[in-house]
């Protein structure tokens, strides 16, 4: 589940059609999640619930409560049981593939390695030995600044970008040329200018996460419908309010897409500059366990990467179903 | 005669395109009177939403001279409210701070906030819907919403009510009762309206007088019909009424044989 979501990552970031296509598919899974969870409809679900409350309170007697667990049961079986039958799947044939012995340890082994990793995250000896904790967050931390200043100087751009044809007719041709271009070409630029390998780092990550942001916000801007525009001059309203009102919430879906699609690339890119700077960091540390020739570790790493980007993923994916809203 | 509100003076609107230029209105001579109620009918695509804009002050015309209240339209101003086809809510916002939105721009600078707030509560009430003001647009019904947009431009306080096919999107019976409660409105606040409609009882029912336009391209006003019956009007009385039949026979002598479509 984990490779197959990082799998599908570099279309997002490759041509022109990808992060299009991403922006306008994720357009839709906001406001059917909206649907389901809306936040703003808790107002109105209120005396809904106080009915349904009533009921379920009335129809209870007649079904015994031993037969409801037993429904419950099954429907959490329902939903747990495909996903852990495919994690079985996937153990047992690692199982079997590294069961006649060779490099890739077995899922016993690597077990036992992330037992004792585990058991100490945050140990330091020394600047190129310290736990994996340590090394996880210095990797978010990275991901983190340069993320941040990626967001502040690209959803500004992207409202300029939006609002100015003329603008977006000067740099779009520009930001087509660099889009394509894998942030890890730009890592040499990076320790030229700050002659230290960590600000180069983050300077990859800002690179790489500010184009989905420019671009989707700068969509967001365009598509924002006439009629909301409409409403505006005839209320004939201050370009501030016009901003607060109508610009800004109407674009806030398309930005939070751009932010969680620069987000996982982010995270994408983060272990491939960490292998080529060093230092403290869960990329320097998968290239360093290679180097000790610990492939359990390796394969440990690759399991928290996994896991550490589906957590940010489904963290933005909370905060995109928050704001999202129903158009009628 | 009463004051005139707005004069429109051999106003004509064209467009660029790319197949060359496209005369949309030519020739369009109206005056309209404080506290009239004007229907513009006509075949769709004849520019009666071109000639609504243009009162609004949302596109500029071409040629001629457009008047409100003696000074020329230079674009929308708070004195001329729209209500829109498609209600035009902004989801984001609560029915309350939908028509807030309109009230603080327009009285913000003489009033304090709680005059601000009455103002609204009293558009909402006004329209029946005091009791929604906390709902978002997607909680509402479409004729809710509609009378969400209907008490936004109340709340202004406009010389003038510009309706584009305000109840168009609504099923029939949610349309008769918002018409009857616009009649009421506007015998309540003696509001002056101009509505397009396509709709011949709309039209006959509602207005003061009817302004027939002829096919686009180029259209132009065809005829006026003065409606000319007696306020309060009631639908079901009317529907037995000689004259309001011979209006409405009038209406349809002139769009269905003086000016059909023959490719529609």
């Known amino acids: ?328 | 005669m009463t004051k005139k509100i707005v004069q429109i003076e051999n106003v004509g609107q064209s467009f660029d395109t790319k197949k060359g230029r496209f005369v949309a209105l030519r020739d369009i001579d109206l005056d309209i009177h404080e506290g009239e109620s004007i229907a513009l009918i006509g075949h769709s695509g004849c520019g009666k939403s071109t000639l609504l804009n243009l009162i609004a002050g949302l596109t500029r015309p071409s040629s001629g001279v457009m008047l409100c209240g003696g000074r020329e339209i230079a674009g929308p101003g708070p004195e001329r409210a729209v209500v829109f086809q498609n209600h035009s809510l902004l989801p984001w916002l609560t029915c309350f701070d939908n028509v807030y939105l309109a009230v603080e721009r327009v009285f913000a600078a003489k009033e304090g906030k709680a005059s601000l707030k009455r103002r609204t509560h009293e558009a909402l009430e006004l329209v029946g819907l005091a009791h929604a003001e906390t709902k978002f647009p997607h909680e509402i019904s479409g004729g809710m919403k509609q009378r969400v947009g209907i008490a936004r431009a109340l709340s202004m306080q406009p010389r003038i009510l510009l309706m584009d096919e305000p109840f168009g999107a609504l099923d029939a019976l949610t349309r008769a009762n918002l018409q009857d409660e616009l009649m009421k409105i506007l015998a309540a606040t003696k509001a002056t309206m101009v509505m397009v409609t396509h709709d011949v009882d709309e039209a006959v029912l509602l207005s003061d007088r009817v302004v027939m336009l002829t096919n686009g391209p180029a259209a132009t006003i065809g005829e006026i019909l003065e409606v000319g019956i007696e306020r309060p009007r009631d639908r079901l009385a009317l529907a037995h009424d000689a004259h309001f039949g011979e209006c409405r026979a009038a209406i349809m002598e002139f769009l269905y044989h003086k000016q059909l479509k023959r490719a529609a």
């Open chain 1, 1 to 328: 589940m984990t490779a197959a979501m990082i799998a599908a990552r570099p279309g997002n970031m490759a041509g022109t059609d990808a992060t299009e296509a991403d922006a306008g598919r994720t357009a839709v899974p906001i406001d059917e999640t909206g649907n389901e969870l809306p936040a703003t409809a808790s107002a109105a679900k209120v005396e809904g619930g106080v009915k349904e409350k009533a009921g379920k309170s009335a129809s209870p007697p007649a079904e015994p409560l031993a037969g409801r667990i037993g429904e419950w049961a099954r429907a959490a079986l329902r939903t747990v049981l495909p996903p852990l039958a495919g994690l079985a799947l996937l153990i047992g044939i690692w199982h079997l593939a590294t069961f006649g012995g060779g490099g890739i340890p077995g899922p016993g082994q690597t077990w036992d390695a992330a037992v004792a990793l585990f058991s100490d995250p945050f140990y330091i000896d020394g600047p190129n030995d310290q736990g994996i904790g340590w090394n996880v967050l210095a990797s978010l931390e990275r991901v983190g600044i340069g993320f941040g200043i990626a967001a502040l100087v690209g959803i500004p751009a992207g409202f300029l970008l939006g609002r100015f044809a003329l603008l977006s007719q000067m740099l779009n041709p520009i930001i087509s040329l660099l889009r394509p271009v894998s942030p890890l070409a730009w890592l040499p630029i990076g320790l030229l200018v700050f002659q230290r390998a960590d600000p180069a780092a983050t300077w990859t990550i800002f690179i790489c996460s500010i184009w989905p942001m420019i671009l989707n916000t700068a969509q967001g801007v365009t598509r924002v419908p006439q009629d909301y525009l409409n409403v505006a001059r005839v209320l004939n309203l201050s370009e501030w309010k016009v901003f607060t009102r109508i610009l800004f919430p109407a674009v806030l879906p398309y930005m939070l897409t751009g932010i969680r699609l620069s987000i996982g690339t982010a995270w994408l890119v983060i272990v491939a500059a960490e292998m080529l700077t060093g230092g403290v960091g869960i990329g320097f540390w998968v290239w360093d366990e290679w180097n000790n020739l610990k492939v359990e570790h390796i394969i440990i790493a690759i399991f928290v990467i996994g896991i550490v980007g589906l957590i940010l993923e489904q963290m933005l994916m909370l905060v995109a179903r928050r704001f999202s809203y129903e158009n009628r």
